[in-house]
């Protein structure tokens, strides 16, 4: 049985208690999302994550901070850091939604 546990680094607790993928109806996502334009700050995701602030986002393999960085209302994921992302940027989410 696989599990998955996120933990707060800064103050070592877990955010939520571990998940089991085979039993619930939860399953994770690996997303590469494309920059369009140099500057873009606004990306659709293909599914609503379940806990967006759970969310783990890298740009060019460095990971972003929900709520600093950027923020994720349904499917839409908006950057809001003062970081301008141009089209040669990489730019990756993780996350969990609901199976269909």
């Avoid at 399953?27 to 967006?52: C, N, R, Y």
């Avoid at 709520?67 to 996350?95: A, K």
Wanted: with cysteine.
């Amino acid at each position: 049985m696989r599990t998955v546990h996120q933990y707060d680094e800064a103050t070592g607790r877990n955010l939520w208690d571990a998940v089991q993928l085979e039993n619930l109806a939860y399953e994770e996502v690996h997303e590469f999302l494309s920059i369009e334009t140099d500057g873009q700050t606004v990306f659709t995701l293909l599914h609503a994550p379940i806990l967006p602030h759970l969310s783990e986002l890298c740009v060019n393999g460095v990971r972003a901070r929900f709520g600093l960085q950027y923020t994720i209302d349904g499917t839409q994921l908006e950057w809001i850091s003062g970081i301008t992302l141009e089209t040669t940027d990489s730019f990756t989410i993780d996350y969990m939604r609901t199976k269909s």
